[in-house]
């Protein structure tokens, strides 16, 4: 993935060049040895949902100006107690 300095857009401190008007968003398989059914859908949705929410980006359904494509090789779920 790259992403371009001196831009407009800017979430979690990256910036985006002005002329990045579209994102491409690639399902990502579960290729773990855990197998969670939903894991796939959930992690490619919220991924595009974090971009319509936090950029002025336009998802596009094939080649966009920027393209995240990967596969989720590994995940672990652990419990956590919460304190306050």
């Not at 992403?3 to 800017?10: K, R, V, W």
């Not at 090789?73 to 306050?84: A, G, H, R």
């Amino acid at each position: 993935m790259s992403l371009f300095s001196c831009g407009f857009y800017s979430f979690t401190g990256a910036s985006i060049s002005n002329d990045i008007k579209t994102v491409y968003i690639d399902y990502f398989e579960n290729k773990s040895s855990t197998i969670n059914p939903t894991l796939s859908s959930v992690f490619t949705e919220t991924l595009k949902d974090y971009f319509i929410s936090n950029t002025k980006l336009n998802l596009t359904d094939n080649d966009g100006d920027l393209r995240f494509t990967g596969q989720i090789t590994d995940y672990s779920i652990k419990p956590i107690s919460i304190q306050s």
